[in-house]
């Protein structure tokens, strides 16, 4: 079985500071990680992914993420953020322990709010 | 390329009444996926579908029925809406299993 643990329910951060959101996963096949955004009232959005290879990963709106085996972790990084960056951030895994379904199991959200 | 596209936007019920939720992708993409999200739970995987005429059981299955006809469409439907199942459902489809492309999503309420 596969799971994700996102460690913050919610991350206060001024504009222009950096963040990071952190999610820890449990797995015992190799994995799949994704993190994606979702805005007020929509649906989510694929930021980044990590596949295989290099273990930093750069996604689109500035963020990169790092994945670190020995940890189970792969948490999400924006050196600067903006006000547009306001959003509810998930985790997600996806692997062959989910039956060769590879469907994604998400963890529970962390909600970034940047104020001004 | 509409992507995902998920049918009614809002929907109220009333305990007991069945309803269908319509979900179609033009992607030509062999997975698909139903999940419901409430708050402080994540995105709960109800069923999913690894091509036309095979789905699967989720994490959350009781209550909600599944078909896979065709490639475009997998919708999801409430056999008798209890209150338990107002939440946002959202349907979501794959090509190579590493990256899903999400709908916009259906806010449920059972009264």
């Known amino acids: 079985a596969q799971s994700v643990t996102q460690l913050d329910s919610q991350v206060p951060v001024f504009e222009e500071a950096p963040v990071e959101l952190r999610c820890n996963y449990s797995s015992s096949v190799s994995v799949y990680l994704f993190w994606y955004v979702q805005y007020p009232n929509q649906g989510l959005q694929l930021l980044l ?5 290099s273990t930093l990963v750069k996604g689109i709106n500035g ?15 924006k050196p600067s953020v903006h006000i547009s960056d306001t959003a509810e951030y998930f985790c997600a895994v996806s692997g062959s322990a989910s039956g060769g379904s590879y469907i994604p199991t998400f963890g529970r959200g962390t909600s970034l709010i940047v104020h001004p | 390329n509409a992507g995902v596209t998920q049918t009614p936007k809002f929907q109220v019920l009333k305990t007991g009444q069945s309803m269908t939720l319509q979900c179609a992708q033009d992607m030509n993409h062999e997975y698909m996926s139903w999940y419901r999200q409430d708050p402080g739970m994540g995105l709960r995987l109800i069923h999913y579908s690894v091509g036309a005429g095979i789905t699967d059981q989720g994490e959350v ?4 029925n599944v078909s896979r006809s065709t490639t475009e469409d997998f919708p999801l439907r409430l056999l008798s809406a209890a209150p338990s199942q107002t939440s946002v459902y959202f349907c979501a489809s794959s090509y190579s299993r590493v990256g899903y492309t999400f709908g916009s999503g259906t806010r449920l309420t059972v009264v």
């Open chain 2, 61 to 64: 299955p009781n209550g909600y």
């Open chain 1, 49 to 53: 992914k990590y596949l295989s290879g």
């Open chain 1, 63 to 77: 963020f990169e993420a790092e994945f670190n085996k020995s940890q189970t972790s792969f948490h999400l990084r």
